[in-house]
């Protein structure tokens, strides 16, 4: 690791390993950054918002901690209340989120669920609708499971199945489950990745969820766009969270960079999701955010 600060090129994060899902209470120094944004000399300033989100009511899947928890914060600072749903272990990381969510004075409620179960996806949009007076005016699906494997021959049926249950099946679920509690100006975000581009051969299964999630934000934005309701997706680089010392090894970790010479910080992505949520981004649907960093990617 350097001294470099974390928005400065040359940055490197620190080598560690935690198991998964990892926990954003467990990180080395320099943690995770959620409610900073760089400047033009390498350091930071506090996001400054401007009411985009007020009133408005959030569904977060994985909004314990990284691009989660940093969406959360920008959310309330932009006058959002959310609904986080997380796994149980991540309870402490989940609290964290609500205390810092509440300082900016909006609601945090939170539901311990696995997703990967269609009646828990239910329960959670239930949850949203029992507390939001059935207005869901945002479904960010962010939550995700990713385990390096760098041969097909040594990625078991059995992790496949798991990755493809836990990436992408809950965003058919809770998108097709919240969809007749949204209306007009209502939004849908999904966090793909990088890697649905370039074909990452160590996480294949990861990559191909990835694809299939930039598949159906097109698919959806076509049927819902003339209803009013946009469909969106982000596609994040290298970005700091715990799923970095939870799933890559040393070798990932040492080249775990961008053009930019560093690492995103998770409040940078969160930062277009609060665009892509909000009015900002009339015009936009059936897109992807490239987020990455600077790689140049085509499709």
Not at 96 to 124: A, F, H, M, P, W
């Amino acid at each position: 690791m350097t001294d470099k600060g974390q928005f400065e090129s040359g940055h490197k994060i620190p080598v560690t390993h935690q198991d998964f899902p990892g926990k954003e209470g467990k990180m080395p120094n320099p943690t995770p950054l959620f409610d900073e944004i760089p400047t033009s000399d390498g350091k930071s300033q506090k996001y400054r918002a401007a009411g985009k989100l007020k009133g408005k009511n959030a569904i977060i899947t994985g909004g314990d901690s990284g691009i989660g928890r940093a969406t959360a914060i920008l959310f309330a600072m932009e006058g959002a209340n959310s609904l986080i749903a997380y796994l149980p272990e991540e309870e402490d990381d989940a609290q964290e989120t609500r205390k810092r969510v509440e300082q900016y004075g909006q609601q945090c409620y939170l539901i311990s669920t696995d997703l990967r179960d269609r009646k828990n996806c239910q329960k959670v949009v239930d949850e949203a609708v029992k507390l939001f007076d059935g207005q869901i005016d945002i479904l960010f699906n962010n939550a995700a499971y990713q385990m390096m494997v760098p041969d097909i021959k040594d990625l078991s049926e059995d992790q496949w199945i798991h990755t493809f249950d836990t990436n992408i099946h809950p965003y058919f679920y809770l998108a097709k489950y919240s969809l007749p509690h949204m209306k007009a100006g209502s939004t849908i975000i999904n966090n793909a990745s990088i890697n649905a581009y370039i074909g990452r051969p160590d996480l294949l299964d990861y990559t191909s969820t990835k694809g299939a999630i930039i598949s159906f934000t097109r698919g959806l934005s076509n049927q819902k766009v003339g209803q009013g309701i946009r469909v969106n997706a982000i596609a994040p680089g290298p970005v700091w969270t715990p799923l970095i010392p939870a799933t890559m090894n040393d070798d990932a970790q040492k080249q775990f960079t961008s053009p930019m010479g560093r690492p995103a910080q998770p409040s940078e992505i969160a930062t277009c999701v609060v665009f892509l949520a909000s009015t900002d981004s009339s015009a936009i649907s059936g897109q992807t955010i490239h987020c990455n960093g600077g790689t140049v990617l085509n499709g």
